[in-house]
């Protein structure tokens, strides 16, 4: 008997647009000889003549193919007409999307290669409704923040929780260094991540209890498949700029000007002829006097009148980027593997920052015989960022030695070297020198922040067949991160003068383990399909950290501690455990109608002992209803669901031991230590409940359209507050469950192909839609008292208003006839005006969380050419100018600092201007540059978010290299602003509408090649 001769097949796997299908499966049918396309979509199998290939892909009809002679094969995978069809990734598990009752999006690597190479977080900007992404800073490695569905917390994290391949991780929010932003998350490679799914309402996340009250991240990562290995590498380098031309400066002639005008009015409020309300106003022998005060006062505060420095230009400049990744894939019929590695090198927009990651990934999984699996993941990571202090607390201040402090005490009429070219080091007022030695990590004016981050990720998991419809799952996570920060000052620069240098070192050692086991059985009986889920879960969390201080440095040479006096050493440990018992009831008849529901019951070591336990759960239900005859029969309309689910959800507080009454051991009493209490106990402190309803319409019409459309409910009660208690108790507050906050809105999502080319690699276009609106009330509070909090208590809690509600005195503009700052006195009432900030009284003056939010992605493709680019959009919402207080004091910091450039030609002259700002007055009294509603600033806007352009080279070509496949790229990101309604202002900002005085985002443009082997 003559054996059949097997024979190498290549070929490549598209959809209609020509645009490859990564991780589509290719198998020969009726056998375990498998492998899975690779980014590119091409594969390679050994067959022999005669079999039949069944070619599959999420989103894609099965296609079957018989092998005869061919050696190359040229697949199009069709579109499935339903818009259910997809397996999605669920809480511990995967399931058809047609089985799910509840509100989930997934994010697929294709639409996250456009985002951000830094962070997973940052790259979900405008791709999911009801989503909303911002960031603090733009300085590279620092975090990004992510809301779903609004915010579920006033006190405790709103934030939500990030599971990798089955297993929660730790985001860090308990390790980060006071002084700096910076981003656990950014540990993680988004070139090994395969897809991002989002649970967003209870029927989702539910069973994740007592941490998923601010919905869930599931990140999957990349597996290999049977079949030839692949090799892949991409590489690519990047420039970047301030996105939006921020941070102008008034220039050398201008603040010539603008100072003779300032001591003008200095002499004035001196001589009581400011104000109309004043004797001596208008008296014009003073009004001349002023004059001739400024004249014999001139160039106080300038350098040289003809020199006119753009400082800016040396705070900051063009970063660079480049990331390089290699990843290799393969297996057998028993094991596959998934191999990458990663660099990430990134100099930010302001000198001497910096990031750099060094990542490497390991996934296999091993089907030992027909009943046993077993799976490894091992993620290892070095991430280190450079840089200077934030305003990450967002307390009040701004630091001297900070970026932004430097540029706004930079006097424009100082050059940058002098005569001789040396360094000009007095081209600042106060203790400011200049930036290229202050920003400098190396010189002898440094104040820089270093944060390292060495992560170790771990999975194993076992599977176990122990009937074909009963199986068990056990998955052992271990999750180890350690953070070492060091700021040093230099003993000559500017804050390390008083102390002679200071050196600080903050480490932050985190080991969380967690355990999960689950047992599944699903089965199908006739028309009923059963799908049941039990498990158990146990977490350990584990945090030590250690702080060593030195200062009185003989050397900036030598920054270590044992160079300088020791000053302070400290450390803690602290630890939390979670236990969960968990269950899932999922039932359809006929794949018609569908039934879920789920329950975890939590124990958690956080909450006092009166209230350690508690149950979360959910149910939900789907009604197919075009699979019914009366909706069949209309030939236009594809597909049609309804849903509805409602469900429980819980947030943890935020410290380890709110609960217990604690004693603090570090006070001293003369030469002795002393023990004191220092928290109160609360025996019956719980978590935050989130009640959750959703319900939702999909819609599948014309072949060409897919539509979802949802409105969801979160109530969220038992917040947790820092309640104010009698002193008499010896405390000043303590944990308690107060309040109420609500959240709602609607979210929209459209998919359409707009074109769809009628031959392989012809023209077409795609086009995602989202819009979510939303709002976030706060219904009940303590006493129903109002609460005045943040900087300087410039937002309001009350019941019925918004979260992150800005309460400010209103302003009323500038007074043509005198040319002083107006506010209101009694708020609402126009006529009732005062010149004197300390007078005015405070209103609600606009919230920051915006009315409307989302995204638009078109998709281009024509033969070997593909473009896309995404806009996003935000109207409605506000955000407070903390940077425009300080560069818009209107002369009361003249010899401090400089000004921003709009007030040029904008402020008040003579009597009768209208003016958008007032006549400058050098420490003028009555501070008309503090808080107001005139630092209220709109977000609104339109944005060019992201534009991707490639090409992949002929085949000839690729070959020529020995590669499969070449792709070669453009893409940016921030690209343009379209429209904003505040001009020369980032919108983007942290979601409290807080602008720091920090880094804003950057425009990132990068050039990239990616290669098939």
């Given at each position: 008997m003559a054996l059949a001769q097997g024979r190498l097949v290549t070929g490549k796997v598209r959809d209609k647009n020509g645009s490859p299908i990564e991780g589509a499966s290719i198998s020969v049918k009726g056998s375990r000889t498998a492998t899975a396309a690779n980014p590119q979509g091409t594969f390679s199998i050994n067959v022999t003549p005669g079999v039949v290939l069944e070619i599959s892909a999420l989103n894609f009809e099965t296609l079957e193919v018989k092998v005869q002679n061919q050696t190359t094969l040229d697949i199009t995978l069709v579109p499935k007409e339903s818009l259910m069809d997809e397996v999605v990734v669920v809480a511990y598990g995967a399931a058809k999307k047609s089985s799910v009752s509840g509100s989930l999006t997934t994010v697929t690597t294709k639409q996250l290669a456009g985002a951000t190479t830094e962070s997973i977080d940052k790259a979900l900007v405008g791709k999911v409704a009801g989503v909303r992404v911002s960031s603090a800073t733009g300085d590279p490695g620092s975090s990004g923040q992510i809301n779903i569905r609004g915010v579920g917390s006033i006190s405790a994290s709103t934030s939500p929780l990030y599971v990798i391949d089955g297993v929660p991780m730790k985001t860090g929010e308990d390790m980060a260094y006071y002084g700096k932003s910076s981003n656990i998350l950014s540990s993680m490679n988004p070139d090994d991540i395969q897809s991002v799914t989002i649970l967003k309402d209870a029927a989702a996340a539910s069973l994740y209890g007592s941490r998923a009250a601010n919905g869930v991240v599931v990140i999957t990562t990349k597996k290999g498949a049977s079949g030839k290995t692949k090799i892949n590498y991409k590489g690519e380098y990047g420039w970047s700029k301030m996105a939006v031309n921020a941070f102008q400066m008034m220039s050398g002639p201008e603040l010539v000007k603008y100072e003779q005008a300032a001591l003008e009015g200095y002499y004035l409020q001196d001589e009581k002829a400011l104000l109309p309300t004043e004797a001596n106003y208008g008296n014009a022998a003073i009004l001349a006097d002023a004059k001739q005060f400024a004249l014999d006062n001139a160039g106080s505060w300038v350098d040289d009148a003809s020199v006119n420095t753009n400082w800016r230009d040396y705070v900051y400049r063009h970063g660079t980027s480049q990331d390089h990744q290699v990843s290799m894939s393969g297996g057998n019929e028993k094991t596959t593997f998934y191999m990458g590695i990663g660099m990430n090198k990134t100099d930010g927009i302001v000198r001497g920052s910096g990031f750099d990651r060094y990542s490497g990934r390991l996934n296999i999984d091993h089907k030992a015989n027909k009943w046993l699996t077993v799976g490894l993941k091992e993620m290892f990571s070095y991430t280190s960022q450079n840089g200077f202090r934030d305003q990450k607390d967002q307390e009040q201040g701004i630091g001297t030695t900070s970026p932004l402090g430097i540029l706004f005490a930079l006097n424009p009429t100082s050059k940058v070297y002098n005569d001789d070219g040396s360094l000009n080091l007095n081209a600042g007022w106060g203790k400011v020198s200049n930036p290229i030695a202050m920003l400098n990590g190396s010189s002898a004016a440094r104040e820089t922040i270093n944060s390292k981050t060495y992560r170790n990720l771990t999975n194993g998991e076992i599977g176990i067949k122990i009937l074909p419809e009963l199986n068990f799952r056990s998955v052992l996570g271990a999750d180890i991160i350690n953070v070492q920060n060091f700021e040093f000052w230099s003993p000559t620069s500017v804050n390390g003068e008083t102390t002679k240098g200071l050196g600080s070192r903050y480490n932050f050692t985190s080991t969380t383990l967690t355990s999960s086991?689950?047992?599944?059985?699903?089965?199908?009986?006739?028309?009923?399909?059963?799908?049941?889920?039990?498990?158990?879960?146990?977490?350990?969390?584990?945090?030590?950290?250690?702080?060593?201080?030195?200062?009185?440095?003989?050397?900036?040479?030598?920054?270590?501690?044992?160079?300088?006096?020791?000053?302070?050493?400290?450390?803690?440990?602290?630890?939390?455990?979670?236990?969960?018992?968990?269950?899932?009831?999922?039932?359809?008849?006929n794949n018609k109608y569908f039934l879920t529901s789920s329950i975890r019951r939590d124990g958690s070591s956080r909450l006092g002992?009166?209230?350690?336990?508690?149950?979360?759960?959910?149910?939900?239900?789907?009604?197919?209803?075009?699979?019914?005859?009366?909706?069949?029969?209309?030939?236009?309309?594809?597909?049609?669901?309804?849903?509805?689910?409602?469900?429980?959800?819980?947030?943890?507080?935020?410290?380890?031991?709110?609960?217990?009454?604690?004693?603090?051991?570090?006070?001293?009493?003369?030469?002795?230590?002393?023990?004191?209490?220092?928290?109160?106990?609360?025996?019956?402190?719980?978590?935050?409940?989130?009640r959750n309803m959703n319900v939702g319409v999909d819609i599948a019409f014309l072949k060409r359209v897919r539509f979802t459309a949802e409105y969801y409910k979160k109530i969220t009660t038992d917040l947790l507050f820092q309640v104010p208690v009698s002193y008499l108790s010896g405390f000043s507050s303590s944990w308690q469950n107060l309040g109420k906050i609500q959240n709602s809105g609607f979210e929209f999502e459209v998919h359409t192909d707009n074109i769809i080319a009628k031959k392989a690699n012809g023209f077409n276009w795609s086009t995602d839609f989202n819009l979510t609106t939303q709002k976030a009330i706060v219904k009940e509070l303590p006493n129903g008292d109002d609460i005045s909090y943040g900087d300087g208590n410039m937002y309001l809690h009350r019941q019925g208003l918004s979260m992150y509600s800005f309460y400010l005195p209103e302003w009323a503009g500038v007074d043509p006839e005198s040319g002083n700052a107006q506010f209101l006195v009694s708020p609402g009432k126009s006529d009732d005006k005062t010149f004197v900030y300390g007078e005015a009284g405070r209103a609600v003056v606009g919230k920051a969380i915006p009315d409307v939010t989302g995204g638009i992605t078109n998709t281009f493709s024509y033969k070997g050419v593909d473009v896309s680019f995404l806009v996003t959009y935000q109207f409605g919402g506000s955000l407070f100018d903390y940077p425009g207080y300080f560069s818009h004091h209107y002369g009361v910091r003249m010899g401090s600092f400089n000004l921003d450039k709009d007030i040029e030609g904008n402020y008040w002259t003579k009597p009768g201007d209208v003016a958008k700002y007032p006549r400058p007055v050098y420490a003028n009294a009555n501070r008309p540059d503090r808080w107001s509603s005139n630092l209220i600033k709109s977000t609104d806007n339109i944005r060019l978010r992201e534009v991707s352009v490639g090409y992949n080279l002929p085949k000839g070509v690729a070959k020529r290299v020995f590669a499969e496949n070449i792709r070669v790229y453009a893409r940016s990101i921030n690209t343009a602003m379209i429209w904003a309604k505040t001009k020369n202002i980032d919108p983007d900002v942290p979601l409290n509408g807080y602008r720091q005085v920090d880094t804003p985002p950057a425009r990132l443009i990068f050039v990239g090649v990616n290669l098939d082997f």
């Open positions: 086991n689950t047992l599944r059985y699903a089965k199908t009986f006739g028309s009923h399909n059963l799908d049941v889920l039990g498990g158990f879960e146990a977490q350990k969390e584990r945090l030590t950290n250690l702080i060593a201080t030195a200062q009185g440095y003989s050397t900036d040479k030598l920054p270590e501690l044992a160079n300088g006096q020791p000053n302070q050493a400290s450390s803690s440990t602290s630890g939390a455990t979670l236990e969960s018992f968990l269950g899932s009831v999922n039932y359809n008849y002992a009166n209230n350690r336990w508690g149950n979360f759960w959910s149910v939900g239900g789907q009604w197919k209803l075009g699979a019914e005859d009366f909706i069949r029969n209309i030939s236009w309309i594809n597909d049609l669901r309804v849903r509805a689910s409602y469900g429980t959800s819980g947030t943890l507080p935020p410290d380890y031991y709110a609960q217990l009454g604690l004693y603090a051991f570090s006070g001293g009493y003369g030469s002795n230590s002393a023990i004191n209490l220092s928290q109160a106990n609360n025996p019956n402190l719980s978590w935050e409940k989130s």
